[in-house]
């Protein structure tokens, strides 16, 4: 059964179609991405899977279950975690601590058990500290534990929240842009991260304009145009439809794809 | 060793003990020690601000309706209901929170100016009632409030009353702390940084909100109480607007989100109208003026920018 | 019927000085996104300043005129050193700066003025007119007239100026301005001027009514906001229309429900507002972004 399976999802924005009528499945341990020009409706239709706009038609499910409309809040118990095109770090906390937050939902206290300082507590802080390390150390982040994320660099703040989205143990995780705005090494690094993260067997669904990573990391991309799908399938494929190429690619473009594949 | 010094918990509820068992000792007179307690009644309620404003990054414009609540609790309580005055504390502490968590969970809703203005809305209903409900509350005069008993001990006496507003703040400041350094805290400072993620990592930002307003003003409210025994008057001054900005100012000036930083800025803002006896006249321009100044150049307040200062020179 | 109508009289008399207030809010809330907590102090400067320079033996007019262009000075002191300087800061950190500046202003004013309670002498005599069963004040005339005088001035002047409209402009997206070469701290400067104004001329219209302390401010604020809201925030025949709205709920409730309560209506209005609809009457600008 797919992990994800978005079914003839839409939303229009005071008359606008944002999204009109898109569907597709993820496999587990798949990378899927979405590609398509600017306002195509991309982080749109990431918004609709991930609870923080209510589609006005279509349905979401995550593992069978529909969870359409679902608050963003109640996704992630489900097994559903996102990073944010514009980094949502938690600036005036320290890199390790805004991976502890990630396990949020894995963590055992209660308000009055913290307010009073329980021995409770502490163990249960001794937990998320040791399992957050462990996290930062998969993305490699190790050595930035104590440093305030407001002082790290873009790059390095782009793999501490997926460490973050890593933390809630998601069967599903949503990446949007990740590699926007890095440069070439951190993009290997990024990419050799995404394959390792999908090969424990959790589905990827990227939003990227990058197409050189794209095409190389990819099992399946999605191309959207104008809120609707334009093409689906493996890299290749879509790297040879004619509407793809006219719409998105372009010359240029084709030919980073082609550079990827070799 | 000193940076860890510097952030552990454990060492500032030390730290703060200390002072406290010290204060008497080179206070010179028993007046020193109504001001200092009153320095600790204060710092109890704007600790439970900071842990709104500070913590979970919400504004309360109208916080001195929970402290109006739990003084007019503990005056009305044995005036007109014939409770002991420790119950009437403990249940208006607990009227308080429910009023809380009744008016909170619409009000949390909205964010930046608009809940500052909500906040201050209910805040100046409160004191309107406290106002003129003058049959229950004595109407502008206030009303006289019955000496606190404590298990058949009445407290009386500047000395007394210094150790039991000690060790109210002593209490407050321990749950504080503890917060700050547990999962509940962590998440009330990520929903501060941003709503979008905490909510992104499974927090349920509107309990926690809700948490955070209820605390504050169980804070508040207990603060009232104590203050209005004290005094042995309440009036509706102490729920007023310009007492919910005193309350703002106090964790301003002495830095959000930071306990110390709650009992320095209590310090500066009641100190603040004694050192002034003579200028008694010049204490709203200073108080504007040190709003204005605080807010403009040194936002994150004193405590703050002296521990990072500290921090720096030390690393 | 005749009581009816009297509560009308009275309700739009106090209304249209909550209007003007909502206007001085709207004009710089619309030009620098700050909520300007001083607001109603250029009231109390306007009426005290009046009252103390008259008896000081100034005429009426000459007085009222130099507690106006005080009051806008202060206005403008207000913009250079306490919004210039936090440029940037949250919109929190604005309102707590303005009530910074409030609290100040009124600390001076204790000192330059004094806390008593003062009044101005009607500005055309005090017999009230007969209307309708009820009667009116000429000094309610006055004010409404007043109101109305300050409303379309405004209205021309941004309309139908160059000046005004580079103010819209501002208004619209501060960026844009700049980049056509409009001197947006001029601008913002100007509408923290011209509000101040605003704020005074209510208050010296008013004060033969309403009396006038140093502590006047924070109330009218308080109520002129809540009009503002009302009617929309940044939306200036929304702030007119809230606040004669507020000045007629605050009377006909005072007078048919009950008058101690009579302040609480204008904080009642704002929290159903804020919570119900947020964008008031007529729209606001857009809410803060979730």
Same mark, same amino acid.
């Given at each position: 059964?797919?992990?994800?399976?978005?079914?003839?999802?839409?939303?229009?924005?005071?008359?606008?179609?944002?999204?009109?009528?898109?569907?597709?499945?993820?496999?587990?341990?798949?990378?899927?991405?979405?590609?398509?020009?600017?306002?195509?409706?991309?982080?749109?239709?990431?918004?609709?899977?991930?609870?923080?706009?209510?589609?006005?038609?279509?349905?979401?499910?995550?593992?069978?279950?529909?969870?359409?409309?679902?608050?963003?809040?109640?996704?992630?118990?489900?097994?559903?975690?996102?990073?944010?095109?514009?980094?949502?770090?938690?600036?005036?906390?320290?890199?390790?601590?805004?991976?502890?937050?990630?396990?949020?939902?894995?963590?055992?206290?209660?308000?009055?058990?913290?307010?009073?300082?329980?021995?409770?507590?502490?163990?249960?802080?001794?937990?998320?500290?040791?399992?957050?390390?462990?996290?930062?150390?998969?993305?490699?982040?190790?050595?930035?534990?104590?440093?305030?994320?407001?002082?790290?660099?873009?790059?390095?703040?782009?793999?501490?929240?997926?460490?973050?989205?890593?933390?809630?143990?998601?069967?599903?995780?949503?990446?949007?842009?990740?590699?926007?705005?890095?440069?070439?090494?951190?993009?290997?690094?990024?990419?050799?991260?995404?394959?390792?993260?999908?090969?424990?067997?959790?589905?990827?669904?990227?939003?990227?304009?990058?197409?050189?990573?794209?095409?190389?990391?990819?099992?399946?991309?999605?191309?959207?145009?104008?809120?609707?799908?334009?093409?689906?399938?493996?890299?290749?494929?879509?790297?040879?439809?004619?509407?793809?190429?006219?719409?998105?690619?372009?010359?240029?473009?084709?030919?980073?794809?082609?550079?990827?594949?070799? | 060793?000193?940076?860890?010094?510097?952030?552990?918990?454990?060492?500032?509820?030390?730290?703060?003990?200390?002072?406290?068992?010290?204060?008497?000792?080179?206070?010179?007179? !028993?007046?020193? +020690?109504?001001?200092? &307690?009153?320095?600790?009644?204060?710092?109890? =309620?704007? /600790? *439970? %601000?900071?842990? $709104?404003?500070?913590?979970?990054?919400?504004?309360?414009?109208?916080? !001195?309706?929970? +402290?109006?609540?739990? &003084?007019?609790?503990?005056?009305?309580?044995? =005036?007109? /209901? *014939? %409770?002991?005055? $420790?119950?009437?504390?403990?249940?208006?502490?607990?009227?308080?929170?429910?009023?809380?968590?009744?008016?909170?969970?619409?009000?949390?809703?909205?964010?930046?100016?608009? /809940?500052?203005?909500?906040? $201050?809305?209910?805040?100046?209903?409160?004191?309107?009632?406290?106002?003129?409900?003058?049959?229950?509350?004595?109407?502008?005069?206030?009303?006289?409030?019955?000496?606190?008993?404590?298990?058949?001990?009445?407290?009386?006496?500047?000395?007394?009353?210094?150790?039991?507003?000690?060790?109210?703040?002593?209490?407050?400041?321990?749950?504080?702390?503890?917060?700050?350094?547990?999962?509940?805290?962590?998440?009330?400072?990520?929903?501060?940084?941003?709503?979008?993620?905490?909510?992104?990592?499974?927090?349920?930002?509107?309990?926690?909100?809700?948490?955070?307003?209820?605390?504050?003003?169980?804070?508040?409210?207990?603060?009232?109480?104590?203050?209005?025994?004290?005094?042995?008057?309440?009036?509706?001054?102490?729920?007023?607007?310009?007492?919910?900005?005193?309350?703002?100012?106090?964790?301003?000036?002495?830095?959000?989100?930071?306990?110390?930083?709650?009992?320095?800025?209590?310090?500066?803002?009641?100190?603040?109208?004694?050192?002034?006896?003579?200028?008694?006249?010049?204490?709203?321009?200073?108080?504007?003026?040190?709003?204005?100044?605080?807010?403009?150049?040194?936002?994150?307040?004193?405590?703050?920018?002296?521990?990072?200062?500290?921090?720096?020179?030390?690393? | 019927?005749?009581?009816?109508?009297?509560?009308?009289?009275?309700?739009?008399?106090?209304?249209?000085?909550?209007?003007?207030?909502?206007?001085?809010?709207?004009?710089?809330?619309?030009?620098?996104?700050?909520?300007?907590?001083?607001?109603?102090?250029?009231?109390?400067?306007?009426?005290?300043?009046?009252?103390?320079?008259?008896?000081?033996?100034?005429?009426?007019?000459?007085?009222?005129?130099?507690?106006?262009?005080?009051?806008?000075?202060?206005?403008?002191?207000?913009?250079?050193?306490?919004?210039?300087?936090?440029?940037?800061?949250?919109?929190?950190?604005?309102?707590?700066?303005?009530?910074?500046?409030?609290?100040?202003?009124?600390?001076?004013?204790?000192?330059?003025?004094?806390?008593?309670?003062?009044?101005?002498?009607?500005?055309?005599?005090?017999?009230?007119?007969?209307?309708?069963?009820?009667?009116?004040?000429?000094?309610?005339?006055?004010?409404?007239?007043?109101?109305?005088?300050?409303?379309?001035?405004?209205?021309?002047?941004?309309?139908?100026?160059?000046?005004?409209?580079?103010?819209?402009?501002?208004?619209?997206?501060?960026?844009?301005?700049?980049?056509?070469?409009?001197?947006?701290?001029?601008?913002?400067?100007?509408?923290?001027?011209?509000?101040?104004?605003?704020?005074?001329?209510?208050?010296?219209?008013?004060?033969?009514?309403?009396?006038?302390?140093?502590?006047?401010?924070?109330?009218?604020?308080?109520?002129?906001?809540?009009?503002?809201?009302?009617?929309?925030?940044?939306?200036?025949?929304?702030?007119?229309?809230?606040?004669?709205?507020?000045?007629?709920?605050?009377?006909?409730?005072?007078?048919?429900?009950?008058?101690?309560?009579?302040?609480?209506?204008?904080?009642?209005?704002?929290?159903?507002?804020?919570?119900?609809?947020?964008?008031?009457?007529?729209?606001?600008?857009?809410?803060?972004?979730?």
């Amino acid at each position: 059964m797919s992990v994800l399976e978005v079914s003839d999802i839409g939303i229009s924005f005071g008359g606008l179609v944002a999204v009109d009528g898109v569907s597709f499945a993820v496999e587990p341990g798949e990378v899927f991405s979405i590609i398509g020009p600017n306002g195509a409706g991309k982080t749109t239709l990431f918004n609709l899977v991930t609870g923080i706009y209510r589609p006005q038609r279509g349905s979401v499910a995550l593992d069978g279950e529909t969870i359409t409309g679902l608050s963003p809040y109640l996704l992630v118990r489900r097994g559903m975690a996102r990073t944010f095109q514009n980094l949502q770090i938690f600036f005036r906390m320290t890199a390790l601590e805004n991976v502890m937050v990630g396990c949020h939902l894995a963590e055992r206290s209660s308000l009055l058990a913290d307010l009073l300082g329980l021995p409770s507590v502490s163990r249960q802080n001794r937990i998320t500290r040791t399992a957050a390390l462990a996290l930062l150390e998969r993305v490699g982040l190790a050595a930035y534990a104590d440093r305030p994320a407001g002082s790290l660099s873009y790059g390095v703040l782009k793999r501490l929240e997926i460490a973050r989205a890593l933390a809630a143990n998601p069967r599903l995780l949503l990446l949007d842009e990740p590699a926007a705005g890095c440069n070439a090494v951190e993009t290997e690094t990024l990419d050799a991260l995404i394959c390792a993260i999908a090969r424990d067997g959790v589905a990827v669904v990227l939003i990227e304009h990058d197409m050189k990573l794209v095409m190389k990391i990819s099992n399946r991309v999605l191309v959207l145009a104008q809120g609707r799908r334009l093409a689906e399938g493996p890299p290749q494929s879509v790297r040879n439809d004619p509407a793809v190429i006219a719409a998105y690619l372009g010359d240029h473009g084709s030919r980073e794809a082609d550079r990827a594949q070799h | 060793m000193l940076v860890a010094l510097l952030r552990s918990r454990l060492a500032a509820l030390l730290l703060l003990a200390a002072i406290m068992a010290l204060f008497p000792l080179i206070a010179p007179s !028993a007046f020193y +020690l109504r001001v200092a &307690a009153l320095v600790w009644i204060f710092a109890l =309620a704007a /600790l *439970g %601000l900071t842990i $709104l404003m500070g913590y979970a990054g919400q504004v309360s414009l109208g916080h !001195a309706g929970f +402290l109006g609540l739990g &003084a007019y609790g503990v005056a009305i309580g044995p =005036a007109h /209901l *014939g %409770l002991p005055p $420790l119950l009437s504390l403990v249940l208006a502490a607990a009227l308080a929170g429910l009023i809380a968590y009744l008016v909170g969970r619409p009000i949390l809703r909205l964010k930046g100016y608009y /809940l500052a203005i909500a906040t $201050l809305g209910f805040g100046m209903i409160l004191a309107l009632v406290f106002n003129s409900e003058s049959a229950v509350t004595g109407g502008p005069d206030g009303m006289a409030v019955a000496r606190m008993t404590v298990l058949g001990w009445r407290i009386t006496g500047a000395l007394n009353w210094y150790w039991v507003s000690a060790g109210a703040l002593l209490v407050g400041a321990w749950l504080a702390l503890n917060l700050q350094a547990s999962p509940s805290g962590r998440a009330l400072r990520a929903l501060h940084d941003s709503e979008v993620a905490a909510a992104g990592v499974g927090v349920n930002v509107a309990a926690k909100k809700l948490s955070a307003f209820v605390i504050g003003a169980v804070y508040a409210a207990f603060a009232g109480g104590l203050l209005a025994s004290l005094n042995g008057l309440i009036t509706p001054e102490a729920s007023s607007f310009m007492q919910s900005i005193e309350l703002v100012a106090m964790v301003i000036i002495g830095g959000l989100g930071s306990v110390f930083g709650a009992v320095v800025g209590a310090a500066f803002l009641v100190v603040l109208p004694q050192a002034l006896t003579a200028f008694q006249e010049y204490e709203q321009a200073v108080l504007g003026l040190l709003i204005m100044v605080f807010m403009i150049f040194l936002p994150d307040g004193i405590v703050p920018t002296i521990r990072r200062w500290l921090l720096e020179r030390l690393s | 019927m005749a009581e009816f109508l009297q509560l009308v009289f009275s309700g739009l008399t106090v209304g249209a000085v909550y209007a003007l207030v909502a206007l001085g809010f709207t004009l710089i809330y619309n030009a620098s996104d700050v909520i300007n907590f001083a607001q109603g102090d250029f009231v109390m400067i306007g009426g005290m300043g009046t009252v103390f320079l008259t008896a000081a033996g100034l005429a009426l007019p000459v007085a009222a005129f130099i507690a106006i262009v005080a009051a806008v000075m202060v206005g403008l002191a207000l913009h250079r050193f306490a919004i210039q300087p936090a440029r940037g800061a949250s919109p929190v950190a604005l309102i707590m700066i303005t009530i910074g500046a409030s609290i100040f202003i009124r600390g001076v004013a204790q000192i330059v003025f004094d806390k008593q309670f003062h009044s101005l002498p009607a500005f055309s005599g005090s017999d009230p007119i007969h209307l309708g069963g009820a009667t009116i004040l000429p000094q309610s005339l006055w004010v409404m007239g007043g109101a109305l005088v300050v409303v379309a001035g405004l209205y021309a002047f941004l309309e139908h100026t160059l000046l005004g409209k580079a103010v819209l402009a501002t208004a619209a997206n501060r960026l844009a301005a700049r980049l056509v070469g409009i001197n947006v701290t001029v601008i913002l400067a100007l509408a923290f001027g011209v509000s101040a104004a605003i704020g005074a001329v209510a208050g010296i219209l008013v004060t033969p009514i309403t009396l006038t302390r140093f502590d006047v401010g924070t109330l009218f604020a308080l109520k002129g906001f809540a009009a503002a809201m009302l009617g929309g925030m940044g939306n200036p025949l929304g702030a007119v229309v809230g606040g004669l709205l507020i000045g007629l709920l605050e009377t006909f409730g005072a007078g048919y429900l009950s008058s101690t309560y009579k302040d609480a209506v204008a904080f009642v209005a704002i929290l159903l507002v804020l919570l119900f609809m947020p964008r008031g009457l007529f729209g606001g600008r857009s809410v803060e972004r979730v």
